[in-house]
C-alpha cells in the first residue's frame, strides 16, 4: 500500500442496541438464562470503498446514514464487525468537538498528548507548538484547562493540532462548522495547502456548494449502504434530488 | 531504548505521559505532595504498631539479628507490598475509566493507561521501600537478601496488573465490579499475613482450610518472600519462590490477553 491509501473492503458495523442491558452485576446474574432482548442495529452494511492516496474525498447522506460511524472506523476508533480497513501513513481525524482532548489538562499540554498519541516526539510537537497557538488564535489561553474554553476555542485548537502534525490522512467531520466565518476560511485554505502537499483528505459535510469544490470523489451514504461513488457534482445531484424527493414523500403522508 | 519501532516508542511515550499525569493528579494542589504518600504509610504503621502492639501486646517475630524487633517495622514490610497489590488493582478500574472518553474520539493503545497508572504507582513504592531500607540499616539488620524485597514487589506489581486488566474491562461494563472489589480487598486485607504473623495460625482451633488459604494466597506468598528479605534476612523457600513466580507470570499474561482482546469494545460502552 501506498501512503495516504485508505481501502475499506466490505465493511458492515452493528451497534447492540440492548434496550435493557443488564447495567448491574446483580440484574445480570438474575437474568442468566432468559433470553436478552437484543436489537441489533447495522449501521453500515457491506461498504466497499477504495480512497487514492492524495485526493480529497467527501460523504455526503442524511443524518444517521452511517457518514461518522465510516469515519470512526477508517480512525481505528471502532473496529468493524466484519470486513477490513487499512489505512497507510499517519492519520489525524477531528471527529467532534474536543476531539482528543482531555478535559483537565491545559491546551498546551493536550497538543503534547494528542502528538504522542500520533507518533511525533515532543521536540516536533514544542517546534509546532507556536504555530498552533498563532492558527488557533486562543492566545494565553492555551495555559488554561480545555474544559473552560468555549466551543468555538475547542475547534480552533484540535483543527490547528491536527492540521500541524503534518497528517499523511486527514479526517474531518463537519466540526469545522463551528468556527466563525473567518475561520472557516482559513480552515478551507489550510486543507487546500494540505492537499497540495500530498495529505488525503476525508470530510464529512452537508454543505453541498462545499463539497463540490473541494472534493475529486464524492460518497454517498444512504441507511448505511454506499449508493453512489463518483464524480462530485452527479452525486451530489443524485442525493440532492433523492432527498428532495424524499421531503416531498413526507409532505404528502402528512397531508 | 535505542532500537524501538515506532509502534512501542509511541506506547512507552504514552506510558510516560500517564505516569506523569497520575503523580500530578493524585497530589494536586496539596502543598506537600509526595510527603503524604509516606504520611500515609507511616500513619497506618503507627496506628497498628500501637494497637497490636501497645494494646493486644503481640510479640513480633525476631529479627535475623534480633535487633530490629520491632512490630512496626513488621508490619511495615507487609503493608508495601499489600498496598502495591490493592493500589494497581483498584486504580486500573480508575485509570481507564479516566481515559474512556478520550478513546472515543481518538485511537491510542488503551492499556498504556493502566501501564502508565501503575509506573507512577511503582516510583511511589519505590519511594516507601527505601525509607524501609534506610531505617533497617540503621537498625544493622539489612543483608543482600533484601533484593527479594524487589523481587516480590514486582511479583505483586505483575499479578496485580493481571487481576487490574480484567476488573478494569469488567467496571466499564457494571460498575457494581468497583465496589465489589472494594469488599474484596478487605477481607483479604485479613487472609494475608499484614497485621498478624502466620504464626498465629498454628493454633489448634484454627480450621485447616485457612491456615492452606493464608499460607498458599498469592498475595500472601509475595507478602512472606518479602519479609524472609528484609525482615528475617533470610532466602526464601524456592519452592515459594516458585509458586510465586507461576501465579504472577500467570496472572500477567491472563489479564493482558483479556484486556487486549476486548479494548476496541472499550470505546463502544456507554
Same mark, same amino acid.
Given at each position: 500500500?501506498?501512503?495516504?491509501?485508505?481501502?475499506?473492503?466490505?465493511?458492515?458495523?452493528?451497534?447492540?442496541?440492548?434496550?435493557?442491558?443488564?447495567?448491574?452485576?446483580?440484574? +445480570?446474574?438474575?437474568?442468566?438464562?432468559?433470553?436478552?432482548?437484543?436489537?441489533?442495529?447495522?449501521?453500515?452494511?457491506?461498504?466497499?470503498?477504495?480512497?487514492?492516496?492524495?485526493?480529497?474525498?467527501?460523504?455526503?447522506?442524511?443524518?444517521?446514514?452511517?457518514?461518522?460511524?465510516?469515519?470512526?472506523?477508517? +480512525?481505528?476508533?471502532?473496529?468493524?464487525?466484519?470486513?477490513?480497513?487499512?489505512?497507510?501513513?499517519?492519520?489525524? &481525524?477531528?471527529?467532534?468537538?474536543?476531539?482528543?482532548?482531555?478535559?483537565?489538562?491545559?491546551?498546551?499540554?493536550?497538543?503534547?498528548?494528542?502528538?504522542?498519541?500520533?507518533?511525533?516526539?515532543?521536540?516536533?510537537? &514544542?517546534?509546532?507548538?507556536?504555530?498552533?497557538?498563532?492558527?488557533?488564535?486562543?492566545?494565553?489561553?492555551?495555559?488554561?484547562?480545555?474544559?473552560?474554553?468555549?466551543?468555538?476555542?475547542?475547534?480552533?485548537?484540535?483543527?490547528?493540532?491536527?492540521?500541524?502534525?503534518?497528517?499523511?490522512?486527514?479526517?474531518?467531520?463537519?466540526?469545522? &462548522?463551528?468556527?466563525?466565518?473567518?475561520?472557516?476560511?482559513?480552515?478551507?485554505?489550510?486543507?487546500? @495547502?494540505?492537499?497540495?502537499?500530498?495529505?488525503?483528505?476525508?470530510?464529512?459535510?452537508?454543505?453541498?456548494?462545499?463539497?463540490?469544490?473541494?472534493?475529486? @470523489?464524492?460518497?454517498?451514504?444512504?441507511?448505511?449502504?454506499?449508493?453512489?461513488?463518483?464524480?462530485?457534482?452527479?452525486?451530489?445531484?443524485?442525493?440532492? +434530488?433523492?432527498?428532495?424527493?424524499?421531503?416531498?414523500?413526507?409532505?404528502?403522508?402528512?397531508? | !531504548?535505542?532500537?524501538?519501532?515506532?509502534?512501542?516508542?509511541?506506547?512507552?511515550?504514552?506510558?510516560?505521559?500517564?505516569?506523569?499525569?497520575?503523580?500530578?493528579?493524585?497530589?494536586?494542589?496539596?502543598?506537600?505532595?509526595?510527603?503524604?504518600?509516606? #504520611?500515609?504509610?507511616?500513619?497506618?504503621? #503507627?496506628?497498628?504498631?500501637?494497637?497490636?502492639? %501497645?494494646?493486644?501486646?503481640?510479640?513480633?517475630?525476631?529479627?535475623?539479628?534480633?535487633?530490629?524487633?520491632?512490630?512496626?517495622?513488621?508490619?511495615?514490610?507487609?503493608?508495601?507490598?499489600?498496598?502495591?497489590?490493592?493500589?494497581?488493582?483498584?486504580?486500573?478500574?480508575?485509570?481507564?475509566?479516566?481515559?474512556?472518553?478520550?478513546?472515543?474520539?481518538?485511537?491510542?493503545?488503551?492499556?498504556?493507561?493502566?501501564?502508565?497508572? #501503575?509506573?507512577?504507582?511503582?516510583?511511589?513504592?519505590?519511594?516507601?521501600?527505601?525509607?524501609?531500607?534506610?531505617?533497617?540499616?540503621?537498625?544493622?539488620?539489612?543483608?543482600?537478601?533484601?533484593?527479594?524485597?524487589?523481587?516480590?514487589?514486582?511479583?505483586? !506489581? !505483575?499479578? %496485580?496488573?493481571?487481576?487490574?486488566?480484567?476488573?478494569?474491562?469488567?467496571?466499564?461494563?457494571?460498575?457494581?465490579?468497583?465496589?465489589?472489589?472494594?469488599?474484596?480487598?478487605?477481607?483479604?486485607?485479613?487472609?494475608?499475613?499484614?497485621?498478624?504473623?502466620?504464626?498465629?495460625?498454628?493454633?489448634?482451633?484454627?480450621?485447616?482450610?485457612?491456615?492452606?488459604?493464608?499460607?498458599?494466597? =498469592?498475595?500472601?506468598?509475595?507478602?512472606?518472600?518479602?519479609?524472609?528479605?528484609?525482615?528475617?534476612?533470610?532466602?526464601?523457600? =524456592?519452592?515459594?519462590?516458585?509458586?510465586?513466580?507461576?501465579?504472577?507470570?500467570?496472572?500477567?499474561?491472563?489479564?493482558?490477553?483479556?484486556?487486549?482482546?476486548?479494548? !476496541?469494545?472499550?470505546?463502544?460502552?456507554?
Amino acid at each position: 500500500m501506498t501512503t495516504g491509501e485508505i481501502t475499506i473492503s466490505d465493511v458492515s458495523k452493528r451497534f447492540r442496541l440492548d434496550r435493557d442491558r443488564p447495567s448491574s452485576l446483580k440484574e +445480570a446474574i438474575l437474568r442468566i438464562g432468559q433470553t436478552a432482548d437484543i436489537d441489533d442495529f447495522w449501521v453500515l452494511r457491506n461498504v466497499d470503498l477504495h480512497i487514492e492516496p492524495d485526493s480529497f474525498f467527501g460523504l455526503i447522506g442524511h443524518n444517521g446514514s452511517g457518514k461518522s460511524t465510516l469515519l470512526r472506523l477508517i +480512525a481505528n476508533i471502532h473496529r468493524p464487525t466484519t470486513g477490513e480497513v487499512t489505512t497507510e501513513g499517519r492519520m489525524s &481525524a477531528l471527529l467532534e468537538l474536543g476531539s482528543g482532548f482531555h478535559p483537565d489538562l491545559t491546551g498546551r499540554e493536550n497538543v503534547f498528548l494528542n502528538g504522542t498519541m500520533l507518533g511525533l516526539t515532543r521536540k516536533h510537537m &514544542a517546534e509546532a507548538m507556536d504555530d498552533i497557538i498563532e492558527f488557533s488564535g486562543i492566545g494565553d489561553f492555551i495555559d488554561e484547562p480545555v474544559k473552560i474554553y468555549s466551543s468555538g476555542m475547542y475547534v480552533r485548537l484540535g483543527f490547528a493540532v491536527a492540521v500541524n502534525v503534518n497528517p499523511e490522512i486527514l479526517l474531518v467531520d463537519e466540526v469545522i &462548522a463551528v468556527g466563525d466565518e473567518e475561520f472557516q476560511r482559513r480552515c478551507m485554505d489550510h486543507m487546500h @495547502r494540505l492537499r497540495e502537499n500530498g495529505t488525503t483528505i476525508v470530510l464529512v459535510s452537508h454543505d453541498a456548494a462545499l463539497m463540490r469544490s473541494l472534493c475529486d @470523489r464524492v460518497g454517498w451514504l444512504d441507511h448505511g449502504r454506499l449508493v453512489e461513488v463518483g464524480d462530485p457534482d452527479h452525486v451530489i445531484d443524485a442525493y440532492l +434530488a433523492h432527498a428532495s424527493q424524499d421531503d416531498g414523500d413526507t409532505l404528502t403522508a402528512r397531508d | !531504548m535505542l532500537t524501538l519501532s515506532p509502534s512501542a516508542r509511541k506506547s512507552v511515550n504514552l506510558i510516560i505521559h500517564f505516569a506523569e499525569r497520575e503523580s500530578k493528579a493524585r497530589y494536586k494542589r496539596s502543598l506537600l505532595g509526595w510527603f503524604w504518600s509516606f #504520611a500515609n504509610s507511616l500513619t497506618t504503621v #503507627a496506628v497498628y504498631s500501637f494497637v497490636f502492639g %501497645a494494646v493486644y501486646n503481640a510479640q513480633p517475630p525476631i529479627t535475623d539479628n534480633g535487633r530490629a524487633e520491632n512490630f512496626g517495622l513488621y508490619l511495615f514490610t507487609g503493608l508495601i507490598t499489600w498496598t502495591v497489590f490493592t493500589g494497581v488493582v483498584t486504580g486500573c478500574m480508575g485509570w481507564l475509566q479516566d481515559v474512556s472518553d478520550l478513546r472515543k474520539k481518538i485511537y491510542f493503545p488503551t492499556e498504556t493507561a493502566l501501564l502508565g497508572g #501503575a509506573a507512577c504507582n511503582a516510583i511511589q513504592t519505590a519511594l516507601e521501600a527505601a525509607v524501609l531500607l534506610v531505617i533497617m540499616a540503621l537498625f544493622t539488620n539489612i543483608s543482600w537478601t533484601a533484593l527479594f524485597l524487589v523481587f516480590a514487589l514486582l511479583l505483586t !506489581m !505483575m499479578f %496485580a496488573l493481571g487481576i487490574g486488566f480484567i476488573v478494569a474491562v469488567l467496571n466499564s461494563r457494571y460498575r457494581d465490579i468497583q465496589y465489589l472489589t472494594g469488599v474484596l480487598i478487605g477481607v483479604g486485607f485479613f487472609l494475608v499475613p499484614v497485621v498478624y504473623p502466620p504464626s498465629l495460625l498454628e493454633h489448634n482451633d484454627v480450621p485447616e482450610i485457612a491456615r492452606q488459604l493464608v499460607t498458599w494466597n =498469592p498475595p500472601a506468598i509475595f507478602v512472606e518472600i518479602a519479609r524472609d528479605g528484609v525482615y528475617f534476612l533470610q532466602t526464601p523457600d =524456592p519452592l515459594r519462590v516458585l509458586v510465586a513466580t507461576a501465579w504472577a507470570v500467570g496472572t500477567f499474561a491472563v489479564g493482558w490477553l483479556y484486556f487486549r482482546s476486548r479494548s !476496541m469494545e472499550i470505546s463502544e460502552e456507554l
